[in-house]
Each structure stands twice: as structure tokens, then as C-alpha cells.
């Protein structure tokens, strides 16, 4: 009983200090002077989690030279803190992390010349890299922007502002397709902190298509109808662009794929599609477009085989999943789905929704075009829009 109490105490302690790895962080985030936000908690820089390993995180920014960094799971001291293993500070390429809850072996990262870098931490195996960045040519801080507001779905909390994604040819444009309504919203660059010292962009004075650090008077940027809006950001020239969509329903360009079981999930410069084969003889289509945590609950339906592991495929023009009683086409170009029977023949096909309609219920209601004559059974939600066309 002695023995197994003893045991219990060593493990505690070590868990403590800084010996093994915890499991992966929700979050991580750059904290030191070598960073833009020096120490502060609402200015550490977001690094980005990995889209295929969630224990990897990378962040792109301007590091000075002889100055110190670490990493931050939370925005706030005292928690979980990835440090250097090693005495040395100094780092150019592969070194190596340590998890500390503690003050203890508080070794903090320095790089010898101050530049842009490119710092990539694997969380599982405690690796961390730090390489000079292709880019140079101007300091980079952020690798993400947010809207913050009580135009956007989230208000003003801080932890639900959407989130404009950096572009991967220019690190200083960040864009989105995202929900508003009628109020104000201004842009945040960290999500997780506060906002005593939060560093927002302002609407300029002059110029509303223009964005300033100037926080005099608070200003934000007016929307007056609801709807989907494409918001660019361009901190290289301090402008901002607001265009309001008439045509809410596509997802933009297809990114990537992948199969989970039943489903098939299309990743789309505007959100995420979810092709599942559903209760044997269906297959339902969701969408998530981005900045929305859920997928849209209104669907269409189709008859289809029974559930069996779904055959994709992609070609030039679109990514395909199909069964021996459907064939669901996602156009490469912009995300639009169309449902096919086994001979190729259209049996459902998402249309562009009309330009003059006001948008209602939500950004997200599909509009569909369906032959006048369809052998195959089609169902849909009554917020679903099913017209007849010519084929």
C-alpha cells in the first residue's frame, strides 16, 4: 500500500515538472520580445494548427535577433508552456521542446538575425523547427485575422470572431465568405486573448475602404443587410474590401478530399461539403461554410444503394462519389453538386440562386434544378428550393 502511494507521488511530481510530453494543445501561440506583441498576452501571435496532424502548429512572423520567445497553450500564465530543451537558446533548423507547467527550466528560443521565420512545432514528438522564410521582403506578424462585432454571428466575444485566412501567395491578405447582419464589426488579430491590450485595425477616418491602427473613436465598419459577404483585408496597402454576394450557395473552388467511413468530405475555398450515405437508402448533402462551427441542417435527399463504403473518385472537373444506384458529382470549380444516375443521366442538379431573391433564411439555403421527367425518388426540406429545367 506504502509502495503504490510512493509510486503515485513520483508520478505526480514528474508530471509537474517538465520530463514528459503532455498530449497535444488545443492551441499554441508565440510570446516573448523577439515577437511583434513582446509579452503581452493579448498580442502572442496564433500559430496555426496543421490540417492533417492536429499536434502540429506553424506560425510565419518577424522574429528580432538576441531576443527571447516561447510557446503559450493558453493566453495566460501559469499553464501549460512549450520551452527550449536545451541550455542554449539559440536556434536555426531542428531542436527539440519541453513541456513545463511550472517555472521550472524556464529556457526560452532566440534566433541569431532578425527576420521573417518559418517555426513549425510537433507537439507529439516535442520537435520544434526554425527556418528563415522564403519571404522578406516586409515584416510579418499575423498569419490570421478575425471580425469582431455584432454584425457577426459570434458579437462582440472575442472567441467566436471569424476568422479571415491568410492568403498562401501574399502573407499580408487575409479573405473570407462569411454571415453578417445588420450592426458594426471591427478586426481583431487574436481571438483568444483580451481586449485590454488587443491590437485591432480601425476603419480609416477618410477613407471606409481603407483600414488604420488608429483607434481614436473606435471606428468600425457599418453593415446594413443581412447576408454572405466576401471580406478582403490587405494590411500591404491598408484596404478593405466588403462585397456583398448575391449568390450565397457556392462554396468556391474544391481545395481537397478525404473519406471517413460513409462520408465523404469535400474541403472548398469557402467551407467544407459532407457527402454521407445515409440510412441505407439515402444520401445526404451538408454544407459548413466557413466561420460556422455546425453544418447546415437543411439537406437534400436522394435514393440510393444500400450503405456500403462509398467509391470516389476525381477527375479534371469534379470529385465523384458513386454507388451502383447514383453517381454525386462536386464540380471542381466552384463546389455545386449534381446527382446522376447510374447511365449518367442528370437527376438533380444545385443551380445558381437567383441574383435578385433577399437572402432570409440564412446565407446557406441551396437552390436546385431538376429535369421535368426524373425516374429516380427525390426528396426535400421545405427550405429547399426545387425548380423544374430543361436537360
Not at 73 to 81: A, C, N, Q
Amino acid at each position: 500500500m506504502i509502495f503504490s502511494t510512493v509510486k503515485k507521488l513520483i508520478f505526480v511530481v514528474l508530471a509537474a515538472l517538465c520530463a514528459f510530453p503532455a498530449a497535444a494543445a488545443d492551441h499554441l501561440f508565440v510570446v516573448g520580445d523577439a515577437t511583434w506583441g513582446q509579452w503581452s498576452l493579448d498580442r502572442t501571435s496564433v500559430m496555426l494548427r496543421d490540417g492533417e496532424n492536429p499536434d502540429i502548429f506553424r506560425y510565419t512572423g518577424y522574429l528580432l535577433a538576441d531576443k527571447e520567445f516561447k510557446f503559450l497553450t493558453e493566453t495566460s500564465w501559469d499553464r501549460t508552456e512549450y520551452r527550449s530543451a536545451s541550455a542554449d537558446p539559440y536556434i536555426l533548423g531542428e531542436g527539440s521542446l519541453i513541456v513545463c507547467n511550472s517555472n521550472a527550466n524556464d529556457n526560452k528560443f532566440k534566433v541569431r538575425e532578425s527576420a521573417n521565420y518559418d517555426i513549425v512545432c510537433n507537439l507529439a514528438e516535442m520537435k520544434i523547427s526554425v527556418t528563415k522564410a522564403e519571404f522578406q521582403s516586409a515584416q510579418v506578424y499575423h498569419n490570421v485575422l478575425y471580425l469582431v462585432g455584432d454584425a457577426t454571428p459570434g458579437r462582440w466575444m472575442l472567441g467566436e470572431a471569424l476568422p479571415l485566412a491568410q492568403s498562401p501567395s501574399d502573407p499580408f491578405i487575409f479573405s473570407a465568405r462569411v454571415s453578417l447582419s445588420p450592426g458594426k464589426f471591427k478586426i481583431a488579430t487574436n481571438c483568444y486573448g483580451g481586449y485590454n491590450e488587443q491590437k485591432f485595425y480601425f476603419r480609416d477616418p477618410s477613407d471606409s475602404s481603407r483600414v488604420s491602427e488608429d483607434s481614436t473613436d473606435d471606428r468600425q465598419w457599418t453593415i446594413d443587410s443581412e447576408g454572405v459577404y466576401n471580406v478582403t483585408v490587405n494590411l500591404s496597402d491598408k484596404s478593405i474590401s466588403i462585397v456583398a454576394l448575391s449568390d450565397a450557395t457556392a462554396l468556391g473552388p474544391v481545395k481537397s478530399w478525404r473519406t471517413e467511413g460513409h462520408t465523404l468530405f469535400v474541403e472548398a475555398e469557402y467551407g467544407t461539403l459532407e457527402l454521407t450515405l445515409f440510412n441505407d437508402m439515402v444520401v445526404k448533402v451538408f454544407t459548413r461554410p466557413a466561420g460556422m462551427t455546425e453544418g447546415e441542417r437543411r439537406s437534400i435527399s436522394v435514393c440510393a444503394s444500400p450503405v456500403g463504403t462509398p467509391d470516389v473518385s476525381e477527375s479534371d472537373v469534379a470529385v465523384t462519389l458513386s454507388t451502383p444506384a447514383l453517381r454525386v458529382d462536386v464540380a471542381k470549380v466552384d463546389g455545386r453538386i449534381s446527382f446522376r444516375d447510374p447511365s449518367g443521366r442528370l437527376v438533380l442538379r444545385e443551380r445558381e440562386a437567383s441574383t435578385t431573391a433577399p437572402v432570409r433564411d440564412g446565407p446557406h439555403s441551396k437552390a436546385w434544378a431538376t429535369p421535368l421527367s426524373t425516374a429516380a425518388a427525390t426528396t426535400a426540406s421545405a427550405s429547399t428550393t426545387m425548380v423544374p429545367s430543361s436537360t
